[in-house]
């Protein structure tokens, strides 16, 4: 079945680096995303990755797919306070291109 | 830069009661979602929408729910008569292909 996960917490120190790593479940992903949500805010899309590429890289933002072991992680350069929010793995499957399928989401929180 | 908009952002309604939940996706966009998230949950898909009928829908949007269209920049949700497990956050998002969804800041409601 389709199952995204990944871990609930992660707390670094500001201007250290931030990995958030995400498994799946599902070999037919399309499209693999990373979500950004702050409190009482919507979800934000941050970046994401077709799952023929390796690695995409966007400012302080690295993402980078393991399809083999069906893993993905976010790596966030520079860790700002602003940077505090709960990021979101999600996938689409390609038998179902209008879904997304969404992790639970981790809480980032930055140590001064 | 173009964004989902939903309204209410808060909706509390009495159980048996009828809501409808607004959103104006982003104008250029041709399929419409809506996504849940319970309390301390995933963000569940609800339903996708795309040329003026539903493409997809999970086994959460029952005969409950509906979707709807109605003029060429609203895209409604509606729940006939509402139950306590149908407080939730409710996002509407959008997208110009059935990949890359924009999502909404959410509308939170509470049934009592």
């Known amino acids: 079945g389709e199952d995204v996960e990944q871990s609930l917490f992660l707390s670094v120190r500001e201007g250290d680096s931030s990995v958030i790593n995400c498994t799946y479940t599902?070999?037919?992903?399309?499209?693999l995303y990373w979500y950004k949500q702050e409190p009482g805010a919507g979800l934000q899309l941050l970046t994401y990755i077709f799952s023929n590429m390796d690695m995409k890289q966007d400012q302080r933002l690295t993402v980078l797919l393991n399809k083999k072991d069906k893993h993905l992680s976010l790596r966030i350069a520079d860790t700002q306070t602003g940077d505090s929010a709960i990021y979101f793995c999600a996938e689409s499957i390609s038998s179902s291109a209008s879904k997304i399928i969404f992790g639970s989401g981790t809480r980032l929180s930055i140590r001064p | 830069e173009p964004e989902v908009t939903q309204t209410p952002s808060h909706q509390v309604t009495q159980m048996g009661q009828e809501v409808i939940l607004r959103c104006v996706p982003i104008s250029n966009h041709l399929y419409f979602y809506w996504y849940r998230q319970i309390l301390g949950q995933k963000v569940e898909f609800l339903v996708s929408f795309y040329n003026n009928e539903i493409s997809e829908k999970s086994e959460i949007f029952d005969d409950q729910f509906s979707v709807e269209r109605p003029d060429g920049s609203n895209f409604t949700l509606k729940i006939r008569s509402t139950k306590l497990e149908d407080s939730a956050m409710y996002f509407c998002a959008s997208s110009t292909l059935a990949e890359t969804q924009y999502f909404g800041p959410g509308t939170r409601l509470l049934v009592l």
């Open positions: 599902d070999s037919s992903s399309t499209y």
